[in-house]
């Protein structure tokens, strides 16, 4: 998942989201037998042995903790601590995403290249990407489950969700999650009409990005979830990326009647004093959404409920 050279590798540490494209079959937990291995995606299942069970993937079984107490999640870390999964490390941007630091102030940032420091953190599992280095000798730590990227955000979190042993209560958020942001979507177009448009944008110290449909900062619950519409340049420029870096002077010709501001504290606004911002008519008629960049990269409960929240009011309460 996202956008900018140098901010690819930030999006790829928190997997959505953000990402849409089918990333494989979803796995279940099984019985098991004992030693630990890799695997990459989902599978199928079947039942259980007390303290360890058998995650199906689609490169085999791996054996893990049926109630695992010490997590490194190296990717999937807020779709981890959304079930209060019990994680000893995490990534850097999870550790300083504002919306998971009071659940996450005694957990130590660790990255694929600290290997030494993810031992002495004694993890009974281990959750990386299929990206990351040194995963041979990440499962001989502990039992390692590899996520590749792509994966529909739903299907990640239901994911997630039975690796720890919450399948059916993830499967109840999810579904409920669903009615409720398509319920959202259809009072919004009932106030604003089928067409209403919204485009999700941010910055970076250098450049603009406009997002696609599954680009974490909300694009899955607005676009896929409340099945809004974004612009036609958005749909056309974003299909291959999953976002486009745009000119200062092309912004009007991507913005929607409603606009998505994700803020970068650490980013270069300038741009939202240029006239090319501040005559859209969506910034003269007060409808536009800001959000925090580093609290919104993130598809999992936590967040995808935050900006629910956030999105309702935005939609709804506008004059």
């Not at 019990?86 to 290249?113: I, Y």
Request: proline content about 5%.
């Amino acid at each position: 998942m996202k956008m900018k050279k140098a901010y690819l590798p930030i999006m790829l540490g928190f997997v959505l989201i953000a990402g849409a494209c089918s990333g494989g079959k979803p796995g279940q937990s099984t019985n098991a037998a004992s030693s630990a291995s890799q695997a990459s995606g989902g599978g199928s299942g079947g039942e259980r042995k007390p303290g360890i069970v058998t995650y199906e993937s689609e490169n085999g079984p791996v054996e893990v903790p049926a109630d695992p107490q010490r997590i490194v999640g190296l990717t999937n870390a807020p779709n981890i601590a959304s079930l209060d999964g019990r994680l000893v490390g995490v990534d850097e941007w999870t550790k300083s995403n504002p919306l998971f630091a009071a659940k996450l102030a005694d957990v130590e940032v660790v990255s694929d290249a600290d290997l030494t420091r993810i031992s002495e953190l004694h993890p009974d599992l281990i959750v990386a990407g299929a990206w990351m280095n040194h995963l041979d000798e990440m499962s001989e730590i502990a039992p390692t489950i590899i996520f590749t990227w792509g994966m529909d955000y739903l299907d990640q979190q239901l994911e997630i969700g039975k690796l720890l042993g919450q399948e059916a209560q993830t499967q109840a958020w999810i579904d409920d999650f669903k009615s409720r942001a398509k319920a959202a979507g259809d009072r919004i177009k009932a106030k604003h009409g089928d067409d209403v448009t919204v485009s999700v944008f941010e910055y970076d110290s250098n450049d603009i990005y406009v997002f696609g449909n599954n680009w974490a900062h909300g694009t899955e619950i607005l676009y896929q979830a409340m099945g809004l519409k974004m612009p036609d340049r958005v749909e056309q420029d974003t299909a291959e990326a999953g976002y486009y870096t745009l000119v200062q002077n092309e912004i009007p010709d991507y913005a929607g009647d409603f606009v998505v501001l994700s803020k970068n504290k650490d980013g270069n606004d300038a741009f939202l004093e240029s006239a090319a911002w501040k005559n859209l008519p969506a910034v003269t008629g007060g409808r536009v959404m800001e959000i925090d960049s580093a609290s919104t990269a993130s598809s999992d409960p936590t967040t995808l409920e935050y900006l629910l929240d956030i999105f309702k009011e935005g939609f709804l309460t506008e004059p």
